[in-house]
């Protein structure tokens, strides 16, 4: 639930700061008298892995895929990883959705769960609330030391919850490398290997992205086993490419070197950004980490009367 002051706030700050699918609808909502001349959003990352996200807890046209792609761009847009929308929400404190660059959609995304998480709790003075996605309702809490901790929830490791193409053992996969297929809400295949650093990520990435045992595209993860409790970890990801970090992919990679017994169930995850900790409990997969929220910002009339 959002706080009344906070939501008359959010009221005034988006009240005609409103995207829909089509020029006319953009410029309607901006034409009103109001003092903002666009759309607020904020940019955050986790360790790199950055994100637009855009808050919409005071209603307004729905987030489009057009938009998503056109604010991807790193050149004529703002440039993120994943765009990330907050709803109101009735059984949790918000409900989040996710685009990927290509404007697609994703179930989950970890690091921006976290990096809104504690934006959200730094708003509401808590240390702890649930975040409603299509991966279902994950707990987030304060972990200290400026980290943030999410419950990304059991990994799925059924050849149908993945979801995988046909019925094979998902821990063992009959592709060249023998990789580990996980479901975190999106489709992951993990490879171990001797030296991450000797992968041709862009190459490698994009060939089993769309390998046909995965029907909706998947996340690839290179993994180097570093001892029991640490790896090396580099990130394509579907929809969008290389990335410095991605919290989906590091609980992935560590319920895949846990199953295959290369490591124990509670790990650091070394990637490209900086260093997530991953914990594999009863209760679920747990991830923590450091969050940062950068700048926001206002898209202009200009950018958004320009979509088609």
């Known amino acids: 639930m959002v706080p009344g002051g906070v939501k008359r706030v959010l009221e005034e700050k988006f009240r005609n700061s409103f995207i829909g699918s089509g020029r006319g609808i953009y410029a309607a909502a901006m034409t009103q008298g109001d003092t903002y001349d666009g759309l607020a959003f904020m940019k955050m990352h986790g360790l790199g892995n950055d994100f637009v996200v855009i808050d919409r807890r005071a209603g307004g046209q729905p987030v489009t895929a057009a938009l998503a792609r056109a604010l991807a761009d790193r050149h004529r847009g703002v440039g993120f990883d994943q765009l990330a929308v907050i709803e109101a929400d009735t059984q949790a404190d918000a409900a989040l959705t996710f685009f990927n660059a290509d404007g697609s959609l994703s179930a ?14 730094d708003e509401s003075g808590t240390t702890a609330l649930t975040l409603r996605t299509e991966r279902g309702g994950l707990r987030a809490e304060d972990a200290g030391d400026g980290l943030t901790s999410v419950n990304m929830g059991h990994p799925l490791v059924d050849w149908k919850s993945v979801p995988l193409s ?121 991830m923590t980490g450091p969050t940062a929220h950068v700048f926001t910002g206002t898209l202009t009339r200009a950018f958004l009367e320009g979509l088609a």
């Open 108 to 121: 989950t995304c970890g690091n921006a769960t976290r990096c809104i998480a504690r934006h959200l709790m």
């Open 166 to 286: 046909q019925d094979v053992e998902t821990d063992r996969l009959p592709i060249e490398g023998v990789p580990v297929a996980t479901g975190m809400g999106n489709p992951h295949c993990t490879f171990f290997v001797d030296d991450a650093e000797a992968v041709d990520l862009p190459t490698f990435g994009s060939r089993y992205e769309t390998h046909p045992l995965f029907p909706e595209r998947t996340n690839v993860e290179v993994v180097q086993v570093l001892s029991p409790r640490a790896i090396r970890l580099r990130i394509w990801e579907r929809g969008t490419g290389v990335t410095l970090a991605s919290g989906s992919c590091s609980c992935a990679a560590a319920v895949a070197a846990a199953r295959r017994g290369l490591t124990e169930r509670r790990v650091s995850v070394q990637v490209d950004g900086g260093t997530l900790h991953i914990d594999w409990r009863e209760d679920g997969v747990w």
